[in-house]
């Protein structure tokens, strides 16, 4: 076989033993926290989660120590942080029963589902699919994996994040409306989970714009935490 093209872009996130994780799809879970469903205008009520998708290329890697700088896209004016838990898939499954998913965990990250807001709310309000708001490159930002086999699972603990240095989002892991293991179950039903495959869990109440040259900083509690910076336009 010729490839008429070299298909060989790998998307890679590094994990706290030095291992790079490689990155298959991304699920992200809307609306998983009460208050954050209200501050978009929605009915906090435990009604089914929903998730849209990213493509790989949205990781990028954002330990402190990697002073990582990502472009402000193109085509917004209203560009928002979003932070999340990041649960890493290590082991395939379909149709996962709750009581299992946590078998089927990697490990943990901390993450952003940065989200160009102007576009996805258009988006929204017409009913149209929330792509160019949503699925972009660099627009997961991602702290360091850490395995659940070393360090245990997450379900609750402090998720905190700071824009130049003020809290903008601050909440529990403990509050999210879907578990990790009820959202995975979830997502299982409609597609055959992979290892490599990540889920973005949703982010808490206090989403807002950044702009070139803020400085992001997240912390869960139990996790390496994740810095990046918004530089110039792409
Ligand atoms: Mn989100």
Redesign the pocket.
């Known amino acids: 076989m010729t490839l008429l093209f070299a298909n060989n872009q790998i998307s890679t996130l590094k994990t706290t033993g030095g291992d790079d994780f490689a990155v298959g799809r991304i699920f ?3 609306r998983n926290y009460e208050a954050h469903a209200r501050e978009m205008g929605k009915d906090p009520n435990r009604e089914a989660p929903f998730f849209f998708t990213k493509w790989p290329e949205a990781v990028v890697n954002a330990a402190p120590e990697d002073k990582t700088e990502i472009a402000y896209p193109p085509e917004t004016a209203n560009y928002h942080h ?1 932070a ?1 838990l990041v649960v890493a898939i290590g082991v395939d499954g379909f149709r996962i029963a709750e009581a299992d998913a946590n078998d089927h965990i990697w490990g943990y990250a901390v993450g952003l ?1 940065m ?1 160009r807001r102007d576009l996805q709310l258009q988006a929204r309000d017409k009913g149209r699919p929330w792509d160019t708001g949503k699925n972009f490159a660099q627009s997961c930002p991602t702290g360091r994996l850490q395995p659940a086999a070393e360090k245990g699972h997450i379900e609750r603990g402090e998720i905190l994040l700071t824009v130049n240095g003020e809290t903008r989002q601050q909440a529990d892991i403990s509050d999210l409306i879907w578990s990790v293991p009820e959202t995975i179950a979830y997502v299982s039903k409609f597609y055959p989970l992979r290892a490599g495959d990540l889920i ?1 869990t ?2 808490p109440a206090g989403v807002g714009a950044v702009v070139s040259g803020d400085q992001l900083d997240c912390k869960i509690e139990g996790l390496p935490s994740l810095s990046v910076r918004i530089g110039g336009a792409l």
């Open positions: 992200c879970i809307g979003e999340e589902d989200t973005f949703g982010t």
